[in-house]
C-alpha cells in the first residue's frame, strides 16, 4: 500500500507517526519513502530488565504502604533478570502483579518474598507469549539491521 504526503509542505508543521506490533511485515520501500525518522524500541537488556523488576515491585510495594523492598527479593532481581531475557517491559510487569496480589503484599512482614514466587507467574506469561520470546527476537534483530541500516554499513566496511 503506497501512502502520500506530498500535499503537505515545511511550514505546515505536521508530524506523521507510524506505530505496530509487527514492523519487520511493512514494505522496507515504503518505510523508507514515507517515514524521514524512524525510532525501533526492541526488547529490553539485562540492565534494563533488572531496572524494571526493581521499579515495578518498588512501586507496587509503595502503593500497598510497604515502604522497603525485601533485602532477598532485592537481591532476586538479578536472576530475575536473567531469566526473562526476552520479555517485554509490560510482560515483567503483569509478573509483578499477578505474584505481588494485594492479599500477598498484606502478609509480606511475616512471609518476606523471594525470587522463586515470581517463577509460576513467568511460566505462564512465557506460555501465553511463546512465540513472541522464541521467534520474534530473531525477527526484530533483522528489522533493527534493517531500519538503521547497519547491514549497509556492514557491507561498506568489509569493502
Known amino acids: 500500500m503506497a501512502y502520500r504526503k506530498n500535499g503537505f509542505k515545511a511550514p505546515d508543521r505536521v508530524i506523521f507517526i507510524g506505530c505496530t506490533r509487527d514492523p519487520h511485515k511493512a514494505n522496507k520501500k515504503d518505510l523508507w519513502d514515507f517515514f524521514d525518522k524512524h525510532l ?5 537488556d539485562y540492565a534494563t530488565r533488572k531496572l524494571l523488576w526493581s521499579t515495578f515491585v518498588a512501586k507496587l510495594l509503595k502503593e500497598s504502604d510497604v515502604k522497603d523492598v525485601p533485602a532477598g527479593l532485592e537481591a532476586s532481581f538479578g536472576t530475575l533478570a ?3 531475557d526476552g520479555f517485554s517491559a509490560g510482560s515483567i510487569g503483569k509478573v509483578v502483579k499477578k505474584t505481588l496480589t494485594p492479599k500477598r503484599v498484606t502478609c509480606i512482614r511475616s512471609r518476606p518474598v523471594d525470587g522463586g514466587e515470581f517463577l509460576n507467574s513467568l511460566a505462564l506469561e512465557a506460555a501465553a507469549n511463546q512465540a513472541t520470546f522464541a521467534e520474534q527476537s530473531v525477527v526484530y ?3 533493527t539491521e534493517t531500519i538503521t541500516r547497519l547491514a549497509d554499513h556492514k557491507a561498506r566496511s568489509h569493502e
Do not use: C, Q, Y
Open 82 to 84: 536473567r531469566i526473562t
Open 40 to 44: 525501533h524500541l526492541p526488547f529490553p
Open 141 to 143: 534483530a533483522d528489522f
